[in-house]
Every structure is written in structure tokens, then in C-alpha cells.
């Protein structure tokens, strides 16, 4: 079943990422290889949005879908800004999580669509 919490732990962690990647780019290195971050079922919120613990009801909902659309795309960006980073493609990659980069575009639309799937559980 949907739950407020774990979306609420969600958008608290992905928003932790643009942290991360900006340390990323700072230093030219990361502790997890951009292979790991690239998949979408291995970050908590990932193994809960692929778990059971998420009824037939909730993931066909449009919500469910939209999240997990964004999550993915989210990962998959978040994996180029740190490949970008480890070439030292340092401008790339900050360009990406810039404000009007596609790292930032995605991030946005995804924890806009985790309020949006939040409030719709009241």
C-alpha cells in the first residue's frame, strides 16, 4: 500500500543527491560507481516501489506510474552527471545540476510527483 512515510523518505534522500553529485564534480571521485546509481530498484525507495508492499491497485495508479518513470530517468541522470565527473568533464556535470540543467529538471518533476502522489493518499 502507498504510504506517506516512505514518500516522505524519499524525497528527503533524493534530494541529498544533488549534494552528493556536487561533491562528485568537487573532487572527481564518488563511493558508488555510477553502474549502481544508474539502476532504479537498489536505493530504498526503489526496492520499495518494485516491493509488494505495493498492491496491484497502487501501481497502476498514475501516480505510481509517473514516480517510477521519474525515478528511473532520475537515476539514469544522476549516474551521467557522476560519469561526467569521474572524466573530469567538471563544467558538463555542473551544467547538468544547474538550475535549468537536466539533472535539475528531472530531480524537480520527480519530487514534484511524490507531493503529488502524498497528498493524493489524504
Do not use: Q
Not at 52 to 63: C, G, I, Q, Y
Not at 92 to 101: C, N, P, Q, R, Y
Request: hydrophobic share 40%.
Amino acid at each position: 500500500m502507498a504510504d506517506k512515510a516512505e514518500l516522505d523518505k524519499a524525497i528527503a534522500a533524493h534530494g541529498m543527491w544533488k549534494t552528493r553529485l556536487k561533491d562528485a564534480i568537487e573532487k572527481g571521485t564518488i563511493d558508488t560507481p555510477a553502474e549502481m546509481i544508474r539502476v532504479d530498484n537498489r536505493c530504498t525507495f526503489g526496492k520499495w516501489l518494485y516491493s509488494p508492499a505495493l498492491n496491484s491497485v497502487d501501481k497502476t495508479s498514475e501516480h505510481y506510474k509517473t514516480v517510477k518513470d521519474l525515478h528511473a530517468e532520475f537515476h539514469k541522470t544522476a549516474a551521467r552527471v557522476v560519469e561526467l565527473a569521474l572524466e573530469g568533464k567538471r563544467y558538463e556535470a555542473e551544467k547538468m545540476i544547474g538550475l535549468d540543467g537536466e539533472y535539475a529538471g528531472v530531480s524537480s518533476k520527480l519530487t514534484s510527483a511524490m507531493v503529488g502522489w502524498k497528498r493524493s493518499l489524504g
